[in-house]
């Protein structure tokens, strides 16, 4: 099952990709959480469920290249089968004030590794994000 998901993550990415001028990984887990309201650069790590060096280098080629959400997908499929497909892929992630992920129970660390000291995230990030330097998804 989880090498089926990743094949279809990996064609949504690279279709995504294809027409957009931000990566899925910076849509999906930066411009996710940005609205109308302000919201503070120190925040996106807990809304977003990724390390504060990934927020370091989406934040500055967002800015760097003048980028904002586009509408083109509800557009193109309409905005009933997005919604659809946010429902459905949202769930296993943990969908906004519907409480933690169910996939975070999975992640309960070996008690022995150095994973165990470090602070159980909130929030899982909803597309993986490895940066430059390697390391894990959520940029540990």
């Known amino acids: 099952m989880p090498a089926l998901l990743a094949r279809v993550l990996l064609a949504f990415a690279i279709d995504y990709e294809r027409e957009s001028a931000v990566s ?3 849509g999906a887990n930066i411009l996710r959480v940005l609205d109308e309201d302000p919201v503070r650069v120190r925040e996106l790590p807990v809304l977003t469920g990724v390390s504060k060096e ?3 280098m989406a934040t500055g080629y967002l800015a760097k290249n003048h980028l ?3 509408d083109r997908w509800e557009t193109r499929f309409g ?3 997005i919604g659809d497909l946010r429902d459905c892929l949202g769930a296993p992630v943990g969908l906004p004030g ?4 169910p996939l975070l129970a999975g992640l309960t660390p070996y008690p022995d590794g150095w994973r165990a000291a470090v602070k ?3 929030v899982l990030p ?3 994000m490895v940066l430059h330097r390697g390391g894990f998804p959520d940029g540990s």
Do not use: M
Request: aromatic fraction near 4%; glycine fraction near 4%; avoid cysteine.
């Open 120 to 122: 159980a995230p909130a």
């Open 79 to 81: 905005s009933d089968a």
């Open 98 to 101: 519907a409480g933690p992920s």
């Open 68 to 70: 904002i959400i586009e």
């Open 24 to 26: 899925l990984a910076i």
């Open 126 to 128: 909803h597309y993986p």
């Open 54 to 56: 990934a927020i370091s």
